[in-house]
């Protein structure tokens, strides 16, 4: 439990001036523009969907940042 607790505070520290909700972004193959953002995930609208992506998955994955 403490691993986990310790990986959301990291993610959070390393996306807090890297993405902004208005961006669009790249995250595991799903592009979309970030609609929310919070200490433990962000909301990113497709074109079909809201996908709801852990902020620990940034810490772990490529993302892409479309400015």
Known sequence: ???????SFLASFYTK??????D???????????VDLDKTSITIDTSDSK?????????????EIYH
């Not at 439990?1 to 990986?7: G, L």
């Not at 001036?17 to 208005?22: M, P, T």
């Open 51 to 63: 996908i709801i992506i852990p902020l620990s998955t940034l810490i772990k994955e490529n993302i």
């Open 24 to 34: 669009k972004v790249t995250v595991n193959g799903v592009t979309g523009i970030i």
């Open 17 to 22: 001036d890297r993405v902004k909700i208005g």
């Open 1 to 7: 439990a403490s691993k986990d607790i310790v990986s």
